[in-house]
């Protein structure tokens, strides 16, 4: 499975699974963008076959609810949905 990388002051490990069509997915990359992090992401409804079930099955290991988006942080935390102060605070 192919991430796309944003380039960006390093904070950790950060990736995000994401919908192309999710207006809260969208708001996460605007907030990661505008405090010039570094993350990987990707849209997992434009990825097909084998890529889209080992995201599916990493997405379920953290939220098994599968709601969008989630924000991996170092491996150790899952930030599900948008929630400015919480990945404010996970980025400090």
């Known amino acids: 499975m192919e991430m796309k990388r944003v380039s960006g002051k390093k904070k950790g490990s950060l990736t995000l699974y994401a919908l192309s069509t999710c207006i809260w997915c ?36 953290w939220n098994p609810k599968m709601s969008f988006p989630n924000l991996i942080v170092n491996n150790q935390k899952c930030i599900v949905g948008f929630d400015e102060p919480q990945i404010k605070e996970a980025l400090k």
């Open 26 to 61: 969208r708001r996460v990359k605007e907030l990661l963008n505008s405090m010039g992090v570094e993350y990987d992401y990707v849209d997992v409804d434009l990825l097909e076959g084998e890529d889209k079930n080992k995201a599916t099955e990493e997405i379920k290991k």
